[in-house]
C-alpha cells in the first residue's frame, strides 16, 4: 500500500479519539466538499465562490425527504447527489460562458440568488432557523444514530470518494481539464470544447459537494441556512487553498486544518478566525502550494540537512 | 486537387479590414506559403480557415466541403492542425503530455474519458511518441515544456500539430525568433514533412520560402497581389514594390 494510503487510514482510525466523533466526522465530509471545489479550481483553474449552491441545495432537498416521507439513508445519498449535479448543471452552464472575473462574480452571484430563495422559502426551509429534525433512519438493522456507526459510515463514502476522484484526475478527463487550465487557446485548437469539459467539472464537483451536503444535514440534524451562504462558499476555497490546490491530498488536509481549527478553537476564543486569516497569509505569501507544498520543502530541507551532517 | 480553398473571403474588424476578398486554392500533397510583409493580414487568414474567427463574408470549402464558420474546436477533427505564430504550448506539462493531448483529441475513441488511466491508450501514446520523434523532441519527453529552450518550444509547437495526425498542416512562421542555426535545422525539418502533408506555410523570411514551396500566394494590405511558383514570385514587380513599399513606411 502507498504511503498516503497508510498516513489517511491511519488518521481515519485515531481521529474520532482525538476530537469528539461529530468533528471527526464532519473532517471527512467537509474533504469531501473540497475534493469537488478542487477538481474546478486545482485541476481546470476556476475559481467557483458558489459551491455552497450544490450543497446546500442537496441538504435542503434530501434533508426535506427523510424528514417527511423517512426515506432510507442510501436514497436520500443518491438524491443528494443527483440534485448536486443537476443544479451544479444549471449553474455551471451559465458560468462557464464567460471567463476570469466574470465567471468568479457570476458563480457568487447565482449563489446568491439560491441563498435567498432559501432565505425567503420558510414554509419549506425555516427561513433563518434552517430546516431541523433530519434523521438518520436505521437501515438494515444497521444504527446510524450511534455517533461511532455513522462516523465509520461517512468515512467509507469519503474513501470511496477520495478513490473516484483519483480516477478521475488521473483520466484522459483530468488531464483535457488541466490542459484547459494551462493554455485554453491551445485545447480548442487541438480540438477540446473547453465550455463542454468545463461544465463536466462542474457537475462532477457538485455531485461531491451534493453527497457532503446531505451527509453534513444528517450529521447535525438539520440544514442550517448557513450551508447555503457565500460563506460556506468562501470556507470551502479557504480550507483547499490552505491545504494545497495543486494536490489531490491538499482538500483532505485543509478541511482538516479548517474544522479542526474552527472548532477548537471557538470554544474558548471568540476571534478564532484571526488565526484562519494569519495561516492565509502565510500560504499566499510563502507556500503558494498551501500544506502540501509545506511539508514537501520541509522534507527536502530535512534532508539536505541529514546528509551534510552525515558528511561532517 | 485542391483539398483546401477559401472563394472571396473577407474579415473586418471595425473599420479595419484585415483580410480581403481571398481567393486561394491549396493542392493537395503541396507545401503553399503565404509571404507578404508584417500586417499584411498572414495570421488572421489561418484564424479564419482554423476557425478562431468567422469570416465576415466569403466561404472556406476543405476537401469539397464547406467548412465556413466551424469552430475552432471541431476544426482540429476534420484533419486541419496549426500551429502557433507565438509559442502556444502547456507550460507545466511534460513534452509527451504536450502531444499526448492533441493525439487524443483526436484519436479514434473516447471511451473510458472519466475512469481508464491516461497510459490505457497505446493508440494515443504511439502517436505522441512518433510526433516527437519526428521533430527530433524524443530524448527529451519527459522535461516540462517550460523548461526547454525557446528553439526546442517551437519544435514542441510543431509537434504538438503534428500529433493530431493532420491531412493539412498550418505552420504559422515556425521559425519565429530563431538563430539563424535553429532556422536552417526548422527549415530542413519542414523538408522532410513535406510531401507526408498539405502544409501552408507562412513567413516573411522570403529566402527560407524559395527555398521549399511548391507554390507562392503573395499578401499585402490583406489582399492577395501574385500567385505563382518560386521562380515566378521572384521575377514578379509587384511583390518587390510591396516589400521593398513595406520597408520604406
Not at chain 2, 159 to 184: C, N, Y
Request: contains cysteine.
Amino acid at each position: 500500500m502507498k504511503k498516503e494510503t497508510l498516513i489517511l487510514l491511519a488518521s481515519i482510525i485515531v481521529l474520532p479519539f482525538v476530537v469528539r466523533p461529530a468533528i471527526a466526522t464532519e473532517i471527512w465530509i467537509f474533504a469531501v466538499f473540497g475534493l469537488g471545489l478542487n477538481l474546478l479550481l486545482g485541476y481546470t483553474g476556476l475559481l467557483s465562490f458558489g459551491q455552497s449552491t450544490f450543497f446546500g441545495s442537496a441538504a435542503y432537498v434530501a434533508g426535506w425527504l427523510l424528514k417527511n416521507y423517512g426515506i432510507n439513508v442510501f436514497f436520500a445519498l443518491g438524491i443528494g447527489v443527483g440534485v448536486g449535479a443537476l443544479s451544479a448543471l444549471v449553474v455551471g452552464y451559465l458560468c462557464v460562458q464567460r471567463s476570469g472575473l466574470y465567471f468568479i462574480m457570476l458563480t457568487f452571484a447565482l449563489n446568491q440568488l439560491f441563498y435567498f430563495i432559501a432565505y425567503q422559502w420558510t414554509t419549506v426551509t425555516g427561513g433563518e432557523d434552517g430546516m431541523p429534525g433530519i434523521p438518520r433512519p436505521e437501515f438494515l438493522g444497521i444504527d446510524f444514530t450511534n455517533p461511532m456507526t455513522y462516523y465509520v459510515f461517512v468515512s467509507i463514502l469519503f474513501l470511496l470518494a477520495l478513490w473516484l476522484m483519483k480516477r478521475i484526475v488521473e483520466s484522459p478527463l483530468g488531464r483535457i481539464l488541466q490542459a484547459i487550465r494551462e493554455n485554453e487557446v491551445r485545447a480548442e485548437a487541438v480540438g477540446y470544447h473547453a465550455p463542454r469539459f468545463k461544465l463536466l467539472a462542474f457537475v462532477i464537483g457538485g455531485a461531491f459537494s451534493g453527497l457532503a451536503g446531505v451527509l453534513y444535514a444528517m450529521l447535525f440534524g438539520i440544514v442550517p441556512l448557513e450551508s447555503i451562504s457565500f460563506v460556506f462558499s468562501g470556507n470551502v476555497v479557504f480550507a483547499t487553498l490552505i491545504g494545497g490546490s495543486g494536490s489531490l491530498y491538499g482538500p483532505i488536509i485543509g478541511s482538516f486544518v479548517f474544522i479542526w481549527l474552527s472548532e477548537s478553537m471557538s470554544v474558548f476564543w471568540a476571534r478564532w478566525p484571526l488565526l484562519l486569516g494569519v495561516a492565509f497569509v502565510i500560504v499566499v505569501l510563502f507556500f503558494r502550494g498551501g500544506v502540501v507544498e509545506a511539508w514537501t520543502r520541509l522534507g527536502q530541507k530535512f534532508g539536505q540537512w541529514r546528509s551534510s551532517k552525515q558528511r561532517a | 486537387m485542391a483539398i483546401l480553398e477559401t472563394k472571396s473571403l473577407s474579415k473586418s474588424f471595425g473599420a479595419l479590414t484585415a483580410v480581403k476578398d481571398v481567393s486561394l486554392s491549396i493542392a493537395a500533397g503541396s507545401l503553399h506559403s503565404i509571404i507578404g510583409p508584417n500586417g499584411a493580414g498572414k495570421t488572421t487568414l489561418f484564424n479564419l480557415l482554423t476557425g478562431t474567427f468567422a469570416p465576415t463574408s466569403g466561404k472556406i470549402f476543405f476537401d469539397q466541403k464547406e467548412i465556413t464558420g466551424t469552430p475552432a474546436n471541431r476544426v482540429a477533427h476534420l484533419g486541419l492542425a496549426r500551429s502557433f505564430q507565438r509559442t502556444n504550448v502547456f507550460p507545466a506539462f511534460s513534452l509527451f503530455d504536450n502531444v499526448w493531448v492533441a493525439a487524443f483529441a483526436t484519436g479514434r475513441s473516447w471511451n473510458g474519458l472519466l475512469y481508464r488511466k491516461v497510459d490505457a491508450y497505446p493508440q494515443a501514446a504511439e502517436r505522441a511518441r512518433a510526433a516527437l520523434a519526428d521533430v527530433g523532441l524524443d530524448k527529451k519527453s519527459h522535461q516540462l515544456a517550460r523548461e526547454i529552450s525557446h528553439g526546442e518550444q517551437r519544435q514542441l509547437e510543431l509537434a504538438i500539430a503534428l500529433a493530431a495526425a493532420p491531412r493539412v498542416l498550418l505552420l504559422d512562421e515556425p521559425a519565429a525568433g530563431l538563430s539563424p542555426e535553429e532556422t536552417r535545422n526548422m527549415v530542413s525539418l519542414v523538408r522532410t514533412l513535406k510531401g507526408r502533408y498539405t502544409i501552408v506555410l507562412i513567413e516573411h523570411k522570403i529566402d527560407i520560402i524559395m527555398s521549399v514551396s511548391d507554390r507562392i500566394s503573395v499578401m499585402h494590405f490583406g489582399s492577395l497581389i501574385a500567385e505563382g511558383s518560386p521562380e515566378e514570385i521572384q521575377r514578379n514587380a509587384d511583390v518587390r514594390r510591396a516589400y521593398l513599399g513595406g520597408i520604406a513606411a
